[in-house]
Each structure stands twice: as C-alpha cells, then as structure tokens.
C-alpha cells in the first residue's frame, strides 16, 4: 500500500474513480469512430411508421422477457467481482484477521490483467461463438465459487489469489466480453440501445448493487459460516450458464 489507513479513507480511495475519466475519453473517441451498422441506419431512415411508441415501452411490451434473461445472465458477472473485490474483503479482514491491503492489491491485479484477458477472450468468442465463451466462463464461477472460500478459510495467500484471479478475472471477463452484443440482439433495431441500456442497469440493481448486503446477511444468519455465500455465487454463475444454454448464438451456432 502506498497510503496510510488515514491517507486512503480521506482521499486514497478517489484515485480509482479519477482513473476513470480517461477510460470514459477513450471509450467516447472509440465510439465516435465506429459506424453503425447496416441494420440500424436501414431503421433510422425507414420512414414508414408515422407513429412509434417510446423505445423503452417498446421494447418492455415486445420483449418481456428478455430483461429477465439479462439479470440471470449478468450474475454470474456481478457475483464474482463484487464477492470478491468487496465482500471478500470485508469478510477476511474482520474474520479471518487476513490484512486489507491483500484485496486492494487483488483489484489492482485484477484491473491489470483485464486489460489483457477482456480482449483474448472476445477474440475467442468471434473464433468460436460468444455462447460458448458465455457458459464457459459461467461454469468456471461455479467451479470456483467453494475453493475460493476454503482458501480464505484456510489463509492460503497462494491460493487466495489463485481463485481470485479464476472469478474476478477469467470467470467474470469471460462473459463481461460478450454481454453487449448478446444484450441488444434481444431487441429489435428501434430500440435495441434503450432496451439494452435498462435491462443491463435494472440487472446492476438487483443482481450486483444487493450482492454484499445479501453475503454479508447470509453470513450473520448462519453464524459466520461461509458455505451460504458459497452456494449463493455457485448458484448465481449456474444460472448464468443455464440461460446462456437455453439461448441461441446469433452469431456462431
């Protein structure tokens, strides 16, 4: 750790937050340079229909469905970061007496190496199909989910680590790289950026933004005993390889 306790509660914490703004710049001058697809500048100059309703209640009353398929698949995404860069960290500094600065620095080993892995793995989805990728990386979430609570439980630095990185890094990255493409194909041109757009925040709320207070709560009602939040990520990365199963791969069978 380069802060103090002191450093890092008063100002340390920002540093990441300010990172971000040049993510965001990179993003937009990425965006800006790509060109829409053949699909949508047909629909933006498509003059038949005289009357449309808002994009979002369009897309709620044609495709229902299809937000609750972005929740079931976002889990095992949402699951496995914040398990492990937020409740985990909670949970082995005032459990396990493990130091805070050991899951700092698994976010920052995690942060790095998306940079690398994000993009090794979408090329392996263009090569392969994103649904395979997809039910992959859900799968080694589940695998996953009780060996990284048995090498908290036994104070495995080594160990720790390892099944961090396979969560938060290759389990988690795996389906991060293939959500948006399969998210809009669920909609149609009109309002595929809308329909989207709210299912995968609605997602964010209930599949990601209840995750630590969900652990947390497991853990207090069954007395500290780790094996609930355990089978509560097993579950939520099975759930996402059984709705990525269920569905078809639009662009590789």
Same mark, same amino acid.
């Given at each position: 750790?380069?802060? +103090?306790?002191? @450093?890092?509660?008063?100002?340390g914490? #920002?540093? /990441?937050f300010?990172?971000?703004?040049?993510l965001?710049?990179g993003?937009?001058w990425? #965006?800006n340079?790509?060109?829409?697809s %053949?699909?949508?500048?047909q629909? @933006?100059? =498509? @003059?038949a229909?005289?009357?449309k #309703?808002? /994009?979002?209640?369009?897309?709620?009353l044609r495709?229902?469905?299809?937000f609750?398929k972005?929740?079931?698949l976002r889990?095992?995404e949402?699951? +496995?970061?914040?398990?492990v860069t937020?409740?985990?960290?909670?949970?082995?500094t @005032? =459990?396990?007496?493990?130091?805070?600065?050991l899951f700092?620095?698994i976010?920052?080993l995690?942060g790095?190496?998306?940079?690398?892995?994000i993009?090794?793995?979408?090329?392996?989805?263009?090569? &392969?199909?994103r649904? #395979?990728?997809y039910?992959?990386? %859900?799968?080694?979430? +589940?695998?996953?989910a009780f060996p &990284? &609570? $048995?090498?908290?439980?036994?104070?495995?630095?080594f160990?720790?680590v390892?099944?961090?990185?396979?969560?938060a890094?290759?389990?988690?990255?795996?389906?991060?790289?293939?959500?948006q /493409?399969?998210?809009?194909?669920?909609f149609?041109a009109s309002?595929r950026?809308s329909?989207?757009?709210v299912g995968?925040?609605?997602a964010?709320?209930v599949?990601?933004?209840?995750t630590? &207070?969900i652990?947390a %709560?497991?853990?207090t009602?069954f007395a500290?005993?780790?094996h609930?939040v355990?089978i509560?990520?097993?579950?939520?990365c099975?759930?996402s390889?059984?709705?990525a199963?269920l $569905?078809?791969d639009?662009?590789? %069978?």
């Amino acid at each position: 750790m380069m802060t +103090t306790d002191d @450093q890092f509660l008063s100002w340390g914490w #920002r540093i /990441p937050f300010l990172f971000s703004i040049v993510l965001v710049l990179g993003a937009l001058w990425v #965006r800006n340079g790509m060109e829409e697809s %053949a699909e949508f500048e047909q629909q @933006q100059h =498509n @003059q038949a229909a005289a009357k449309k #309703r808002i /994009p979002v209640i369009e897309a709620l009353l044609r495709h229902p469905g299809a937000f609750l398929k972005i929740i079931a698949l976002r889990l095992c995404e949402l699951l +496995t970061m914040y398990i492990v860069t937020a409740f985990a960290l909670n949970y082995s500094t @005032q =459990n396990m007496g493990l130091p805070r600065e050991l899951f700092l620095n698994i976010g920052l080993l995690v942060g790095g190496l998306s940079c690398l892995t994000i993009p090794c793995f979408a090329w392996l989805a263009d090569r &392969f199909g994103r649904r #395979r990728v997809y039910i992959t990386g %859900a799968l080694i979430g +589940t695998l996953s989910a009780f060996p &990284f &609570f $048995m090498a908290l439980e036994a104070q495995s630095i080594f160990w720790i680590v390892f099944f961090s990185i396979m969560l938060a890094n290759i389990a988690h990255d795996m389906v991060v790289c293939v959500q948006q /493409p399969m998210f809009t194909e669920m909609f149609g041109a009109s309002y595929r950026y809308s329909g989207a757009g709210v299912g995968y925040q609605v997602a964010s709320v209930v599949g990601g933004g209840f995750t630590p &207070f969900i652990a947390a %709560a497991l853990i207090t009602y069954f007395a500290g005993n780790w094996h609930s939040v355990a089978i509560y990520l097993l579950a939520g990365c099975l759930i996402s390889a059984m709705t990525a199963l269920l $569905m078809k791969d639009n662009h590789r %069978a």
